[in-house]
Structures are given as C-alpha cells and as structure tokens.
C-alpha cells in the first residue's frame, strides 16, 4: 500500500518561515496528483495547495497565493510545500495527499500530519 511520511512543521513568529516535506513509499509520485490540506478545529479539512500529475499549474488557496509554493523533487520522491510570510491565521494541522493509481489499485492516501503554529 502506498505510504506517505511527513517531516517538518513547528513553531514560527508571525513573518516566519518553514518548509514541509512529504515522502511517498511503495510508488512513485510521478503517478499522482499531490496535495497539500490543512485542518483547524471545529472547521472541514481543506485544500491549500495541488499538483497535477500531468502538466497544469499548481493551485492554490486564495488565502495563501504568493505565500506558499508547491514543488517536487522526482530523485527524492517528496514533495515540499514552502510557506513563507507565515501568519497567525496559517495555524493548523497540515496533511498531504496523494490521489490516483499504482497499477492496478487507485484510491487516496493521507500523511500522518503535522502541527503548524504561528506567533504572534
């Protein structure tokens, strides 16, 4: 079954940086779309960042356009996202996803999650 670990995460002042990182086991990225969620509670998990698997631009929330940025690297199956300009309102549990087939089995699969705080 498809395996997704993520690392990264913590606590940052308001302005701040951090980078989270995703690695998929048992497959290869190149074979999903791969995204980025975040949860606060008493609120729906929802999508902050995608990329498709074939071509397209990456998409963003509107609340974090020109903040954060989705990337790959293929040698290293991961995927990041960057989040810069950190603000208090980014706080959050962060999960990625992946979304499509490995042969002949497809369904999605969750990261374990990681905790985002933001200072103010």
């Known amino acids: 079954q498809v395996q997704l670990v993520q690392s990264g995460g913590g606590l940052v002042q308001s302005g701040g940086s951090l980078r989270l990182s995703c690695a998929l086991s048992?497959?290869?990225?190149?074979?999903?779309?791969m995204n980025w969620y975040r949860q606060t509670p008493g609120l729906e998990r929802r999508m902050v960042a995608a990329m498709p698997k074939f071509g397209g631009d990456s998409k963003y929330a509107d609340s974090v356009k020109g903040r954060f940025t989705i990337s790959r690297d293929d040698t290293k199956n991961t995927v990041y996202l960057q989040m810069d300009s950190l603000k208090p309102e980014d706080t959050a549990v962060y999960f990625c996803n992946a979304r499509g087939c490995s042969g002949s089995v497809c369904g999605a699969y969750w990261g374990q999650g990681t905790q985002v705080t933001v200072s103010s």
């Open positions: 048992r497959s290869t990225i190149s074979r999903f779309d």
